[in-house]
């Protein structure tokens, strides 16, 4: 092994996850690529988990931090008033919030995803009066007590070592299958006083399940769990944590749909650079918070904030959501086209916007076509309860060269894969 793999191996905690997948000493990223110490060059689909949408070490990004930090510039200020919070929050209010007729208050929990839906699940508790949370299934919303009570993943559930309460899990959209609308299940839970369920405080979910397998809710299923949100006065939450930011295509994923949830929450790529930052979007009327009744040393992190003004500039240009609209668009047919061309690995498109996918029903596939890529230098993961789904996370910025080579590794590592389970007989194509 690896000298400083082996130091790994011997010091770090066994719960370390990714570096099990991808057993490389890394030590330099720009963009879409990523090199190890011995100069071998990745492509990187992985993205951070959806934490790098802009790629690694965005130049402009750069700069500014880069200056910020020569300029002595406040690094950790708790939730005091600085220069660079105050130009984060006006221009995220200028350029993403006023063009959308969105009005929020703009709340710093501590800066990670999980940190964000705690502090949802908390403000709707508080404005209802009311405990119980319903979450759906195959939702992941973190791994802290609040948020892993509203996950729906039981190896990670498991992890708390206590019972997961107030918590109510409903089935997700196609969930039983394409013919049944699943909100039917829902409304007659809360219809009927028998049913066991309490009227909740809120309702979270993820417009597509990153972790739980790249499930899509369709636009109907959005629009009509709103409906139902508004017609029993319960709080509607939309976790953006690693959808949001661009991913799927427009800014804030429920956009198509045309909803308003009461509360957003926001991490992962709203930093821009990888640094750690998260938002949570309160419509006004609920924002009834006691000073300091949620925060965290945290939540002032000042370079993040100067990395996500900056990367709001991109947002400024309309064509640039029009080109991951067009990129997504090529994603999709290239998926289309390798479940066609093999019937074998018993494909099914998953996701959407450049959150996407292909689910397996062969078992193991999935996770063969991510191993095969990495040994062609390419990162990427699986998805979903069994890992059945491989998934493309490409920075939203990537050029159409990186897309293209991305894409034609994933060809050659789905071919890999065939051949390695000896689903395909015929030579694979270097």
């Given at each position: 092994m690896n000298k400083k793999l082996q130091i790994i191996e011997d010091h770090e905690s066994s719960v370390r996850?990714?570096?099990r997948s991808f057993p490389a000493v890394f030590t330099k990223a720009r963009g879409y690529r990523i090199w190890d110490e011995d100069g071998n060059e990745y492509i990187d689909f992985f993205a951070g988990a959806g934490a790098l949408n802009?790629?690694?070490?965005?130049?402009?990004?750069?700069k500014k931090l880069v200056d910020y930090i020569l300029d002595d510039g406040i690094t950790h200020s708790l939730d005091k008033a600085t220069d660079a919070k105050v130009e984060f929050i006006d221009k995220f209010n200028e350029v993403i919030m006023k063009p959308r007729n969105m009005d929020y208050?703009?709340?710093f929990p501590g800066p990670t995803g999980t940190n964000t839906v705690e502090s949802a699940l908390k403000i709707a508790r508080k404005m209802t009066g009311r405990t119980d949370i319903v979450s759906f299934t195959n939702g992941f919303h973190g791994m802290t007590i609040g948020s892993l009570a509203v996950t729906g993943n039981s190896m990670k559930r498991k992890g708390a070592g206590i019972p997961l309460s107030h918590t109510v899990t409903m089935p997700y959209d196609n969930f039983v299958n394409d013919e049944k609308d699943t909100l039917d299940y829902f409304e007659r839970f809360l219809e009927d006083n028998g049913s066991g369920v309490a009227i909740p405080?809120?309702?979270?979910f993820e417009t597509v399940?990153?972790?739980g397998g790249i499930n899509a809710a369709s636009i109907e299923w959005m629009q009509r769990l709103e409906r139902i949100c508004r017609e029993w006065g319960i709080m509607l939450i939309v976790d953006d944590v690693q959808a949001g930011v661009g991913r799927t295509g427009t800014f804030f994923s429920f956009e198509p749909a045309g909803i308003?949830?009461?509360v957003v929450c926001l991490s992962k790529s709203i930093g821009g650079y990888g640094l750690p930052l998260a938002i949570t979007l309160i419509k006004p009327e609920f924002d009834k918070w006691k000073p300091g009744e949620h925060n965290g040393t945290f939540r002032g992190n000042n370079m993040a904030f100067v990395t996500a003004t900056e990367s709001l500039t991109y947002w400024e240009d309309p064509e640039f959501e029009k080109s991951v609209q067009a990129k997504a668009a090529t994603v999709t047919d290239f998926l289309t086209n390798m479940i066609e061309k093999y019937p074998e690995m018993q494909g099914r498109l998953k996701g959407r916007g450049l959150m996407q996918g292909i689910a397996s029903d062969v078992e193991g596939f999935s996770e063969k076509v991510a191993e095969h890529a990495f040994e062609r230098y390419m990162i990427m993961e699986t998805a979903g309860g069994h890992d059945e789904v491989f998934k493309l996370f490409p920075p939203i910025n990537i050029d159409e060269e990186g897309l293209q080579a991305g894409l034609e590794i994933i060809e050659l590592s789905i071919q890999d894969a065939l051949k390695s389970m000896n689903l395909k007989k015929e030579a694979v194509t270097n």
């Open positions: 996850s990714y570096v802009y790629g690694h070490n965005e130049p402009a990004m750069k208050k703009i709340m405080a809120a309702v979270i399940q990153g972790e308003k949830p009461d």
